[in-house]
């Protein structure tokens, strides 16, 4: 039996929750990982794991043995990153899931710039505005507008994203132009934006000095994907506010217009997400801090033309937030 591959599953399959899903990150076949878990559990003299139809669940002795060959592995894997990363660029491949609107509008544009530095980096975008299970989909990092509440992810913040509110010419015509918030809750529509955990469209908000008025118009239609939100407000279906990076080129081309300019949302912040029980390996980690300093580069470069769309936060704000684990920048 080979320990350090028995030991990678088995800690898979703790973290997976399941003998199937740690077979699929692990791209392996599922009797390969029950045999070496059972291996495993032979050469050590105890159970690891108990097996029901629906789940697996973690002895005592296995809990333990969990908590140490983590470590051991993050060691390891810690130890021959440190010096296959000083004798060669770093390789093989990193999975990314971020919105379609970043992809098309940000990432895209940018990537030979990073595929010249690091040519043996393979990326896998995983594009879509969708609940992502890290451990279960193998997914190395994450780029999330909002702050994370999941204790279990480590978060740099790179960024803020300025929202505007937005409107096809073709609407304001028809439903004439709004002259303060509280004008869209009749006569008006909104173009809803919802998240599948939130079950529910996320309402307009709008400050002007110290006076903040939350929103919620009559939606026409409600989207969980960025790029379709704003195509909505291009075709003239109601009123959006959405980052104006993903408005810029409609605005450009007269398809929409800014109203309301005079009131703005707070903006906002913008993460890189990824499991506090993976360890962040050289290649996740040229990869994070390319893509930080993309997104600052881009806000820069507007800061020469319009107003910002995307701001870098303040100095003492750029740091890894999590109760066990910090990245450095």
Known sequence: MDQLTAMRVFTRVVETGNFSKAALSLKMPKTTVTNLVQGLEGHLGTKLL???????????????????????????????GSVSSSQAQPSGKVRVALSGAFADQIIMPALCDFHSRYPKIQLELDIGDRIVDYIAENVDCALRGGTPNDQSLVARKVAELELRTYAAPLYLEKRGMPKHPDDLRSGHAGIGYMKAYAGRNFPMVFRQDDTVIEVQPDYVISVNDARSYVAAATAGIGIAQAACFMARDAVERGELVEILAEWRRDPIPLYIVYPQTRHLSNKVRVFVDWLAKLLQDVERAQRNGNAACLRPPEAAEIEIMSATQRLSA
């Open 50 to 80: 108990n097996r029901t139809t629906r789940q697996v669940v973690v002895t005592n002795d296995g809990a333990l043995y969990y908590e140490r060959a983590s470590r051991l592995l993050a060691d390891l894997d810690e130890l021959d």
